[in-house]
């Protein structure tokens, strides 16, 4: 696993929870929990991918 998956998770968690208390403290919750799912698919996005390169590199060494 790369060190850079990391810090890319770590910037976006970052990014979206500075985001949502700005929201937050100008009255605008709904917006605020859209941001907080928004960032939290990205971040699946990313751990899936991650997942699947995992699932193709046990198939090849395996021969399955």
Known sequence: MEIDLIFKIAGIGIIVSVLSLVLKKS??????????????????????????????TVKAVFGL
Do not use: H, K
């Not at 799912?37 to 991918?49: D, E, F, N, T």
């Open 27 to 56: 009255d605008r919750e709904e917006q605020a929990m859209m941001t907080v799912l928004a960032g939290l698919i990205v971040v699946l996005m990313l751990i899936v991918q991650q997942i699947s390169e995992l699932f193709e």
